[in-house]
């Protein structure tokens, strides 16, 4: 039987449930950001009038209101989108039980054996779903169906805002092929930069190029993105129930302006090891190593680990431990462009027990209330929003663009 997959894509996600607290802005230029207090904030969501005069998602603040001057700012509200993907994927779940979110506003959904309880129409049950998320949740969403998971995700790219797409045997040469090659999933720059090399620029150019010297090219990926390009993709839908952990958990930023002195190194470290913890504990992981990595102005790396003395997702001993490092490693004269901390070698926090240390009996039960509190702010941060509680180190600091989350399964 002929696989029907679904991708949903929510439209201008952040920006959408913003809106739904101001309707009355809703046919102004708007965006979404970080800090709207600060010229280097960073561009996250905009509105369907905000992407008419160019705006785009990652740019900064000035970038955008160059373009725009007439830019709406509203700040995130991280917990609120949560919210709302949890409501839009429990939509999802009244037609299948096969629902893989793939990002915060993005999920496929396996509807091969409930298709016929629904009529057993795809293009009708996809517009069924569009319209079920207007009425009830006042949030738009493009659709691509499909008979596989990459095809189905270019599909809900094909037409935005608001529209189903239908990428059958019959036309996906007609309708994909054409597209750039970076439009492909996972095809990023580097992968662009070597396929244009070799005179592939369009997903037709990739899939009519030669599967075996593709993968002499570019490795696994090679065979990996001919399969994508040709339609021959067939991974499952997997639940989110049945996902595996991630394997490590990681955040890191690229600064407005270089750091310099242990002061504001350790302001920065502070930052993104508390956005670690915070992930850490939402996955109820703990872990055994703090990872550094650090970039200068002229983007060169070097990269440190420590093994902790025990399971942690404590913020202050990832800070501590990732400090250490730095502190072993870096002149704090010399400027850093970006940092990033990463927790890694992972374990379940119910089998994260630590043995009680003879000369420094007091670390467990210290740890045990630091736990307790960073759970407490989790709670106030879940409720009132990522701002509401914060350490005091970090209120001052410039805010900076977010460089990468080592991309996992989305933990928010």
Same mark, same amino acid.
């Given at each position: 039987?002929?696989? @029907?997959? =679904? ?9 959408? @449930? ?5 309707? &009355? ?29 160019? *705006? ?18 509203? /700040? ?6 949560? &919210? ?13 039980? =096969? ?63 608001? %529209? ?10 007609? =309708?994909?092929?054409?597209?750039? @090659? ?7 720059? %580097? ?14 150019? !990739? ?10 090219? !570019? ?5 990996? !993105? ?19 952990? /991630? ?5 890191? #930023? ?14 920065? *470290? ?14 109820? =992981? ?48 010399? /400027? ?9 070698? !992972?374990? &379940? &926090? ?22 307790? #509190? ?39």
């Amino acid at each position: 039987m002929e696989r @029907v997959i =679904l991708h949903c894509d929510l439209n201008s996600f952040y920006a959408s @449930v913003e809106l739904l607290d101001h309707p &009355e802005l809703r046919d102004r230029p708007v965006a979404v950001c970080g800090d709207p207090s600060s010229r280097h904030g960073v561009i996250l969501a905009k509105n369907e009038p905000a992407k008419r005069f160019q *705006v785009k998602t990652a740019e900064t603040v000035w970038q955008a209101r160059r373009k725009c001057p007439g830019l709406i700012l509203l /700040p995130a509200h991280h917990w609120k989108y949560r &919210e709302y993907s949890k409501k839009v994927n429990a939509v999802y779940e009244r037609y299948t039980d =096969l629902v893989e979110p793939f990002s915060i506003d993005e999920s496929w959904l396996d509807v091969t054996g409930t298709l016929h309880l629904f009529g057993g129409d795809a293009r009708a049950l996809a517009d069924e779903i569009r319209r079920v998320l207007r009425e009830e949740l006042n949030l738009t969403v493009s659709v691509g169906v499909s008979f596989n998971k990459i095809f189905a995700k270019l599909g809900s790219d094909y037409k935005k805002p608001d %529209a189903t797409t239908v990428i059958s045997r019959e036309n996906y040469r007609e =309708l994909l092929w054409p597209l750039p @090659v970076t439009d492909l999933l996972f095809v990023g720059r %580097a992968a662009a930069r070597v396929l244009e090399q070799y005179g592939v620029r369009t997903i037709g150019d !990739l899939a009519a190029y030669d599967r075996e010297a593709l993968g002499k090219l !570019l490795g696994r990926q090679g065979y990996t !993105l001919h399969d994508y390009a040709s339609g021959a993709e067939h991974s499952p839908v997997i639940p989110a129930r049945e996902q595996p952990g /991630p394997k490590s958990v990681g955040n890191g #930023l690229t600064f407005p302006r270089n750091l310099e002195g242990w002061t504001e190194l350790r302001t920065a *470290v502070t930052e993104l090891s508390d956005e670690v913890a915070v992930r850490l504990r939402k996955h109820a =992981l703990k872990c055994t190593t703090v990872q550094v990595t650090i970039r200068d102005p002229s983007f060169k790396d070097i990269c440190r680990q420590k093994r902790l003395s025990a399971p942690t997702y404590v913020s202050r001993d990832l800070t501590d431990a990732a400090m250490e490092l730095i502190r072993a490693s870096w002149n704090p004269k010399a /400027p850093v462009r970006a940092l990033t901390i990463t927790a890694q070698n !992972l374990v &379940e &926090e119910q089998d994260a027990g630590e043995q009680l240390n003879l000369f420094a009996a007091g670390a467990a039960p210290r740890r045990d209330r630091l736990e307790k #509190l960073e759970k407490a702010m989790d709670g106030i941060r879940d409720r009132f929003g990522r701002d509401a509680i914060t350490a005091a180190s970090t209120v001052h600091r410039d805010k900076a663009e977010v460089k990468e989350d080592h991309r996992l399964p989305p933990v928010d």
